[in-house]
C-alpha cells in the first residue's frame, strides 16, 4: 500500500499544549479517520500537515515531496475542507468561486456545477448568509471541484445534519473507488468512522495512541462488565478507564486474547465502538495511567 | 448476491459476508464464473469499509470459493463436482460438530439423536 502522507516525528510546542513525537500516515485508495478529544492536536497536526503552520520537528511528506520542495504541486492536488469558513461572507458562492477556482490548474466547471446542483446550493445568495452546514457543503464543493487526489478535511461533519453525514460518507466511498485517491478526515463524531473508515489514527493529549486498520482495532479491544469479584488486581491491570460502582465494573478490555477463558460466563465481553475506545482510553490517561500498548 | 449486515451480531462484518457468500456457492445461488462486485464497489454498498470486504475476498479466495484476476476483476470459482460435494458435507459436518457439542452437554445419547434426527430426515 502506497502512502501518499507521511508524517514522521512530528514535533510542535505552545506554551500549554504540545505536539510529541506524531507519526501517521494515509494510504492511497483508502480513508483514514484521525479520532480524539476535543483539543487532542487533531487540527494542530493537520495544518502542519497542510504547511499552515511550521511544525518545531520532525518531517512531513506528503506525495513523496515535503513542503520546502514543492508545496506550489503538492497544494494543487490536496482538497482542503477546514472546520470554520474562509470564504469572503460578502461575497456570494459564484463570486468567491470565481476568485478562488483561477488557482487551480485542474479546476473543473462541470465538476462544480455538478456538486452545487447534488448539494442543492444558492449560487447567488452570500456566504454570510448561509447556514453553518450549507457553508460546509460549499466548502466540500470547493474542495472537490479541481479533482484532488488526496482529500483533507477538519471536522467536515460537525455542522451537518445526520442526512447529509450519511451523504458524505457515500460521497467519500465514491472518491475512492478509482484506488487513486486517499481521504483524512478528523473528526469526534465517530459514529462516522464505524462504517467506511479504512484505518484509524487515534489522538490523545498530542500524542498518537493507535494508529492501524479499523477493523483489527476493534477487534482487539472489548469493553468488559461484570461483578466486582471478578476483578482481581492482575485482571484490573489489562483493563483500562475501568469505573466501578457498588452494582459491579466496566472497562475496556486493551488484549482480548489475554483474557481467552477466564471471561467465560462471569462476565460480558462486548465488541467496542470506536467512542468506546477513544472515551475508556481518555479516562485511563486522566487517571494518571499508561496508554495503548 | 444478496448480502446483509447486521451490527447487532457479535461477528466480525468480514466473517458475515465470508459466511453469506460462501453459503450462497454451496447452495447455487451464485453459480460459478459469475462475476462478483470489486471490492470497493461491494464496500460502498454495504457502508462498510474497503480493508473489510477485501480480507473477506481473500479469505473466500484461500478457501477456493472465488477467484481474482488482476484487472478483470473476482469471479465465483469453477467448482468440480467432487469437491463441490467434499465442500457441502464439511459444511454440515461442522453444524453436526456444534449439534454433538451441545447435545453433549445436555446428557442426551446418541441412539436419542439418531432417533430424532430420522424422524426429522423423513418429515
Known amino acids: 500500500m502506497e502512502n501518499i502522507v507521511e508524517v514522521k516525528n512530528l514535533e510542535k510546542y505552545f506554551s500549554n499544549f504540545s505536539l510529541k513525537e506524531v507519526n501517521l500516515t494515509v494510504k492511497k485508495g483508502f480513508i483514514t479517520g484521525f479520532i480524539g478529544p476535543n483539543g487532542a492536536g487533531k487540527s494542530t497536526t493537520i495544518r502542519c500537515i497542510m504547511n499552515l503552520t511550521r511544525a518545531d520537528h520532525g518531517k512531513v511528506r506528503i506525495f513523496g515531496k515535503t513542503h520546502e520542495e514543492d508545496t506550489e504541486n503538492i497544494k494543487q492536488r490536496i482538497g482542503f475542507v477546514q472546520d470554520e469558513s474562509f470564504f469572503y461572507g460578502h461575497l456570494s458562492l459564484e463570486q468567491n468561486k470565481k476568485l478562488i477556482a483561477p488557482f487551480y490548474q485542474t479546476w473543473n466547471e462541470k465538476l462544480f456545477a455538478h456538486y452545487i446542483e447534488r448539494f442543492e446550493l444558492p449560487r447567488m445568495k452570500k456566504v454570510d448568509h448561509l447556514s453553518k452546514g450549507m457553508k460546509m457543503k460549499f466548502s466540500l464543493a470547493m474542495a472537490l471541484s479541481h479533482n484532488p487526489e488526496l482529500i483533507i478535511m477538519d471536522e467536515p461533519t460537525s455542522g451537518l445534519d445526520p442526512v447529509f453525514r450519511r451523504e458524505l460518507l457515500e460521497l467519500l466511498q465514491d472518491i475512492i473507488q478509482d484506488e487513486e485517491k486517499a481521504v483524512f478526515f478528523s473528526t469526534h463524531i465517530t459514529q462516522d468512522l464505524e462504517k467506511v473508515a479504512d484505518f484509524i489514527t487515534f489522538i490523545d493529549n498530542g500524542k498518537i495512541v493507535a494508529s492501524e486498520e479499523k477493523d483489527a482495532l476493534l477487534e482487539q479491544h472489548a469493553v468488559v462488565k461484570g461483578p466486582k469479584e471478578w476483578l482481581t488486581a492482575e485482571r484490573r491491570r489489562l483493563l483500562h478507564g475501568v469505573k466501578e460502582t457498588d452494582i459491579g465494573f466496566e472497562g475496556l478490555l486493551t488484549e482480548k486474547q489475554r483474557l481467552a477463558g477466564e471471561a467465560d460466563g462471569q462476565v460480558l465481553l462486548e465488541r467496542p465502538s470506536l467512542e468506546d475506545i477513544m472515551f475508556y482510553t481518555v479516562k485511563e490517561r486522566k487517571n494518571g495511567h499508561s496508554t495503548i500498548a | ?123
Open chain 2, 1 to 123: 448476491m444478496n448480502i446483509i449486515i447486521s451490527n447487532a451480531v457479535d461477528q466480525p462484518i468480514y466473517v458475515q459476508i465470508k459466511n453469506q457468500m460462501k453459503e450462497q456457492i454451496l447452495h447455487g445461488q451464485l453459480q460459478e464464473k459469475e462475476s462478483l462486485p470489486s471490492i470497493r464497489k461491494l464496500a460502498k454498498d454495504l457502508q462498510v469499509s474497503v480493508i473489510t470486504t477485501k480480507k473477506a475476498y481473500e479469505e473466500l479466495e484461500k478457501e477456493g470459493f472465488i477467484e481474482t484476476f488482476p484487472g478483470k476483476g473476482s469471479f465465483v470459482a469453477s467448482q468440480n463436482s467432487e469437491l463441490l460435494r467434499e465442500k457441502q458435507l464439511k459444511l454440515i459436518e461442522d453444524q453436526m460438530a456444534k449439534m454433538l457439542e451441545d447435545s453433549k452437554a445436555f446428557n442426551i445419547p446418541l441412539n436419542e439423536l439418531i432417533e430424532m434426527m430420522t424422524l426429522l430426515y423423513e418429515e
